[in-house]
Every structure is written in structure tokens, then in C-alpha cells.
């Protein structure tokens, strides 16, 4: 098997169509990976099959410097 069936096969087990249109069901399943070199790739295939269209946000992980300390 291919890299991208083993993908296909994986995606559909783990979220079929009726788990896919259901976001409470979906909330329960997961993809543990050992290395996190295709998780990514695996994530964008997963985004691909959800209907309607996705928005991205994005974050800042740092602190703002305080003009005084308490």
C-alpha cells in the first residue's frame, strides 16, 4: 500500500462521512502518531473532506512587558 491509501484508509475509519458532518462525534476521535512527521499532512487531508469552508486563526504566545511590577 501507498502512503496516501494508508492515509485514505485511516481518514475514513476515523472519521467516516456521517462522523465528518457531526462536530460533537468528531470532538471524540483522534490521531496519535508516535512522530509528528505527517501529522500535518494528515490534518490538511482531514480539512479537505469537512463541508463548507475553514478560517484560520492565528496567536501570539508572548507577554506584553508591564510599565511596573505589583
Not at 485511516?10 to 509528528?36: G, M, Y
Not at 501529522?39 to 508572548?62: A, C
Given at each position: ?70
Amino acid at each position: 500500500m501507498t502512503r496516501d491509501s494508508n492515509f485514505e484508509d485511516t481518514i475514513n475509519f476515523l472519521f467516516p462521512p456521517h462522523v465528518l458532518e457531526d462536530a460533537e462525534t468528531c470532538l471524540q476521535r483522534a490521531f496519535l502518531s508516535p512522530l509528528n512527521i505527517y501529522v500535518d499532512e494528515f490534518n490538511d487531508k482531514i480539512l479537505e473532506k469537512l463541508p463548507g469552508d475553514f478560517q484560520s486563526y492565528f496567536s501570539l504566545d508572548s507577554l506584553k512587558e508591564a510599565d511596573h511590577t505589583i
